[in-house]
């Protein structure tokens, strides 16, 4: 919007101009983006950095975790761990009002999407082969009807 300096002489203000929006229509035009909600500090700003984004770096640990775990050759622990490491973050989304950078989008979208990728990689390690720790038949059907 201009202001008064840069509107020419005798030309009239916007109708509205001056005036909080009423209206609960989004602008045409946005000029910037909404902190997600949820998106600040999990801890006071007196507290150093790490602590402040306790949330995430929960997060990133036990999924950093997971991965020293799979490099050391075990696949199926490493990689639950990091399906529950996602699951986890989706449960801290849910559970508490602030959590730092772990809040990139709204709440619902984030909880679906941590909970929705770490429960599907949780379930694909449980059913990796050989000798899969979760069997469910409908699956098996569906792949020897796709290979045949």
Wanted: net charge positive; no cysteine; hydrophobic share 50%.
């Amino acid at each position: 919007m201009r202001s008064e300096q840069d509107r020419p002489a005798g030309a009239k203000a916007p109708r509205g101009a001056g005036r909080p929006r009423t209206s609960r229509r989004f602008p045409q035009f946005t000029r910037d983006t909404a902190r997600p909600e949820g998106g600040g500090r999990a801890a006071s700003g007196e507290a150093p950095a790490p602590a402040r984004q306790w949330p995430l770096l929960a997060v990133l640990g036990l999924t950093g975790v997971g991965l020293l775990v799979v490099a050391l050759d075990g696949f199926r622990i490493g990689t639950m761990l990091i399906g529950i490491a996602l699951i986890g973050g989706a449960v801290l989304r849910w559970a508490l009002p602030s959590v730092g950078m772990l809040a990139v989008r709204s709440r619902f979208t984030d909880m679906f999407t941590y909970g929705g990728l770490g429960l599907a990689i949780l379930l694909l390690a449980l059913m990796a082969q050989p000798h899969a720790w979760l069997k469910i038949p409908f699956l098996d059907d569906v792949l020897h009807f796709t290979v045949s």
